[in-house]
């Protein structure tokens, strides 16, 4: 028996439309740019870049959303999100659907875009803008069986009603088929992965009570309000005598 030296953190978990039944989260994988965001764009030849939030970034997609520290530029990014069901490494295209994907969801990759500028002007890691607690919020998942695989739909997003992202599922450039297949050519993947698919055109910065609506059509929608900046208290250089 492993005798732990203080209680393990429990799961992370996410709801599963019409059930009682939760899916347990594993790693969450995020695809880089995956959507045109400009008309005269070339098609691309390589595969989107990814990275990587840690598995309690994930929360429900309703109620509150913080305002992270360490930013004055909260971005929101509005995506499908795709959960495994059953892993695998170097998994074929075709055989991504048939046997690896468990359902989808619609998620925001939250992100801190001043942290990330910065690490691409000094080419460090992008962890800081996007590993943050609370940054990956998912509405509950549509398992296959109920929703079967969507090849369109809008993928959306509003702030205080006003229409910031618009895109649909058939616009990704690399579909999820390949993405999925992509990753497992660099890592086993686990059931309770998620996926990320990216982001269309039209992320924008986010402030203290912003409502924030969006979801991807036959999926799942959700609805956020942003919450106050947490203050940064700086340190007093008074002296004392």
Known sequence: MTVLVFPAPEPTT???????????????????RNYRWDAN??????????????????????GALPY??????????????????????????????VHHIWGYAAGLDLTRRDLQQQAKRVGGPWEPAKAFDRSAPCSPIVPVAD???PRQGAVWLTVNGIERQRADVVDLLWPVSELVAMLSR????????????????????????????????????????????????????ETTS
């Open 14 to 32: 996410l709801a599963v439309v019409g059930s009682a039944s939760h899916f347990p989260v594993g790693r969450v994988y995020c695809i880089g």
């Open 41 to 62: 764009e070339p098609a691309p030849r390589d595969m989107p870049a990814w990275f990587m939030k840690p598995s309690n970034a994930v929360v429900p997609a309703h």
């Open 68 to 97: 992270p520290p360490d930013t004055s530029d909260f971005c929101h990014e509005i995506e499908l999100v795709v959960a495994i069901g059953r892993g695998g490494r170097d998994i074929d295209p075709t055989q991504v659907e």
């Open 147 to 149: 929703c079967g695989h």
């Open 186 to 237: 660099s890592v086993t993947l686990a059931p309770g992965d998620l996926v990320f698919t990216g982001t269309p055109v039209g992320v924008g910065s986010l402030q203290p009570g912003d409502v924030v609506s969006g979801g991807v059509s036959g999926i799942g929608e959700f609805s956020m309000t942003v919450g106050n900046a947490l203050i940064q208290h700086q340190p007093s250089l």
